[in-house]
């Protein structure tokens, strides 16, 4: 029950986009997307609800499929401070709220 | 608005000791989760409560781990004999309930080395 993500770890210079992907075998309530830096706890980056759902603020935005069954992170423009692991989390009902394995993102000057 | 908190920061026990995290929600967040990480991996869910009562604890070791929320707000997770394989960050995070489009917020976590 555990969603899917990939890849597992993306290097990219300064200003260079990237995407990350998360999906499960069964069509879900919601995605939350989080980051986390070293030694910290993981922070809120936006959720999403609806099939076919878009969202995102400065340059992280996010979309949720139609199905509900994938949804892809995108980060554009990178700058240093995106550096961290992204995680998905996803729920299929009763809150119940759990994450994937995440992805490493490096972002060097 | 105080965030989420949790003690100790760090534990460090020897294996077939016992050891027990506290945890302070988010004034009014009725659900709470605790959450362990092992070093390079997602957060695995052990126990969500609502309120004090328990909404899933499928993937808790029941045969060493225990977590209670007395009154519905504080919370402890309790292990008992630990494990090397233990070690880990224990997250806790608490949420509004009802409403799906809410976020979960999380504690500083606390370090368990199981020497």
């Known amino acids: 029950q555990q969603p899917v993500q990939s890849p597992q770890a993306v290097i990219l210079r300064e200003g260079e986009d990237a995407v990350i992907n998360c999906s499960s075998s069964k069509a879900l309530y919601s995605v939350h997307w989080y980051r986390q830096k070293h030694g910290e706890a993981p922070v809120f980056l936006m959720i999403?609800?609806?099939?076919?759902e878009q969202k995102g603020h400065d340059k992280i935005s996010a979309s949720f499929n139609e199905k509900k069954q994938q949804s892809s992170l995108y980060l554009t423009a990178s700058q240093l401070s995106y550096s961290g692991t992204y995680f998905c989390g996803t729920e299929k009902g009763a809150q119940k709220l759990v994450f994937g394995q995440g992805t490493r993102l490096t972002i060097n000057p | 608005e105080a965030g989420v908190a949790q003690s100790p920061r760090y534990k460090i026990i020897e294996k077939r000791q016992s050891v027990a995290f506290w945890c302070n929600p988010i004034?009014?967040?009725?659900?709470l989760y605790w959450y362990q990480q092992i070093l390079g991996q997602g957060p695995k869910l052990l126990i969500q409560f609502q309120n004090n009562g328990v909404v899933d604890d499928s993937q808790l070791p029941k045969d060493r781990f225990s977590a209670e929320r007395l009154k519905g707000v504080d919370s402890t997770l309790k292990i008992q004999p630990a494990k090397l394989e233990d070690s880990a960050v224990y997250l806790c995070a608490s949420r509004k309930t009802g409403n799906m489009n809410t976020e979960a917020f999380f504690g500083q976590g606390t370090r368990l080395t199981v020497v």
């Open positions: 999403l609800l609806k099939g076919g």
């Open positions: 004034s009014g967040h009725a659900t």
